[in-house]
């Protein structure tokens, strides 16, 4: 069915900017910045070097480590960049520790996502004295009863959301630790456990890069990982070149992480059963820069920035009128389906769920503003084969049959997303100078929860414009600064107003330039 919603454009009329928009115009700049976080508390942590645990957990965390030494230990952890950097940040610490350790990153496709009855059941098999789960494990309740009635130790560190406490010998989760470390990633929890015991500056830049892939709130203790690793990885190139050739960027900032490194490390398990993630686990562990694996991941990228952009295409043609999106389709790679989901949720401003199957359906499914997606979701966990995932992302497994009566009972649920005006400071064309841009830098690290401050321009003084590739606008202002966009209807346009934010320019640090997400007509 051709979709009948309209997609906002990146034009906007006048009146749809005044009630989209709450525009800040203090006088002085610093203090339009001050009011644009007003909400966000944006102190450093100090004191992060020791993991801040409740009660006597951190006790029994040493005393569970101290007594695997020599013994023989099964890591299961997830195929995302979360996943990938928490086990590699373990391996280093396990392997400091004499921890004898094997581990398994489940196949997108063969296995599921995390722990299960079958990997169980081969820990079982080979002995393993214990089974560490990272990025997963909380709902894996069957494997974990299958291990406890075999005697075998089980840790899990997981930040997903769950009912339930699971009945394991340790867990560490954001819910069980002290106010300013409740929204750490898998990693970033990995890094202060290793911290206990050793100090790996590598292992903080890794924990920056999953906290930035992971789309956790960037304050409290993971602004601190984030602001301390992109330091390191800015200053000591000796240990992050590894890290830093994936994404062939002049620079990095958390924006360069999240779009030139992230996407490439995740296109890897992305495209699983093609490629199998635990062949590049070394890679990353071991902080050495391999150019034939570089390579390979570049080029595996490249493969799923194909086939996203065709499954981009035909989902567009599958939209329904409906306030949550269920977009399925067996031409669908399943590994895609989050990608996608994120797309048009982005674009339809409502949760949308991608699934790719026949009879029994799998995939990701991405909210939108406020919509705890989850929640919504968990109300009728009865329907799902598998179910995990938080507020703003989904994964889940659905017989066809149950997904109808699924749609059929959320279709006329009214949801409500909380969605205000989104802030946004005036700005004007004699304000772009590089003294204002470091007072804006002065706010990074961003990213969620922290976002990059978006500005309105004034009436830009164009002096000329053309398209870059046939397809990239750009228009050069009075000032010598630029206006950049990525949609080619903004090109020929004359606004009384651009929307975007605002940096450095990449070939000339002299000059400004705006990522424009709108103009205003």
């Not at 590699?88 to 489940?106: A, G, Q, V």
């Not at 049959?401 to 009972?409: G, R, V």
Request: aromatic letters at 8%.
């Amino acid at each position: 069915m051709k979709s009948e919603v309209t997609i906002l454009s990146n034009l906007l009329s006048r009146l749809e900017f005044e009630e989209g928009y709450e525009l800040i115009q203090d006088a002085d700049l610093k203090e339009r910045l001050l009011h644009y976080y007003d909400d966000v508390d944006l102190n450093d942590l100090k004191g992060i070097d020791d993991l801040k645990l409740e009660g006597e957990l951190i006790e029994r965390l040493r005393a569970v480590l101290k007594s695997l030494k020599g013994k023989r230990v099964l890591i299961v952890s997830d195929y995302d960049t979360d996943g990938i950097m928490s086990l590699s940040i373990m391996l280093r610490l396990l392997d400091k520790l004499e921890i004898k350790t094997n581990y398994r990153i489940p196949s997108r496709v063969k296995d599921g996502y995390g722990l299960n009855e079958d990997i169980a059941k081969i820990a079982i098999d080979h002995h393993f004295d214990a089974v560490m789960t990272l990025d997963n494990g909380v709902k894996a309740i069957e494997a974990l009863a299958l291990l406890k009635k075999a005697g075998i130790m089980t840790i899990i560190i997981d930040h997903h959301e769950y009912e339930k406490m699971p009945d394991v010998d340790i867990m560490i989760h954001p819910a069980l630790l002290v106010h300013d470390y409740q929204k750490l990633c898998t990693a970033g929890m990995a890094f202060l456990i290793q911290k206990l015991y050793l100090d790996d500056p590598y292992s903080n830049i890794l924990a920056m890069v999953a906290t930035i892939a992971d789309v956790v709130p960037v304050t409290k203790a993971n602004r601190q990982i984030v602001k301390d690793g992109l330091a390191l990885f800015d200053e000591r190139r000796d240990i992050a070149e590894n890290i830093r050739i994936l994404g062939h960027a002049r620079s990095y900032d958390s924006e360069a992480i999240a779009f030139k490194i992230v996407p490439r490390i995740n296109a890897i398990s992305r495209l699983d059963p093609l490629y199998n993630i635990n062949h590049f686990i070394d890679y990353f562990k071991d902080g050495m820069i391999d150019l034939k694996t570089a390579s390979m991941i570049d080029d595996i990228n490249e493969e799923r920035k194909i086939k996203t952009l065709a499954m981009q295409k035909k989902a567009k043609e599958l939209v329904e009128d409906a306030p949550i999106q269920f977009i399925v389709s067996n031409d669908f790679y399943e590994g895609l389906c989050g990608i996608v989901a994120g797309s048009l949720a982005s674009e339809l401003k409502r949760p949308c769920i991608v699934l790719q199957g026949d009879e029994v359906l799998k995939g990701s499914g991405r909210s939108y503003g406020d919509i705890d997606l989850y929640s919504i979701l968990d109300r009728r966990n009865d329907l799902f084969l598998a179910f995990g995932g938080h507020k703003k992302a989904v994964g889940l497994t659905i017989e066809r049959s149950n997904l109808s009566l699924l749609k059929e009972e959320l279709r006329n649920m009214k949801i409500d997303s909380h969605i205000t005006k989104e802030k946004i400071i005036y700005i004007k064309e004699e304000e772009l100078t590089l003294e204002n841009q470091e007072l804006i830098d002065s706010f990074a690290p961003f990213g969620e929860g922290v976002h990059k401050p978006l500005f309105y321009l004034d009436h830009p003084h164009i002096k000329s414009s053309y398209l870059v590739k046939m397809q990239y606008p750009k228009f050069t202002l009075d000032s010598g600064h630029e206006l950049f966009g990525f949609d080619k209807d903004l090109y020929g346009q004359v606004p009384s107003g651009a929307i975007g934010t605002i940096d450095r320019n990449s070939y000339n640090k002299h000059k400004l330039t705006m990522s424009l997400k709108r103009f205003v007509l």
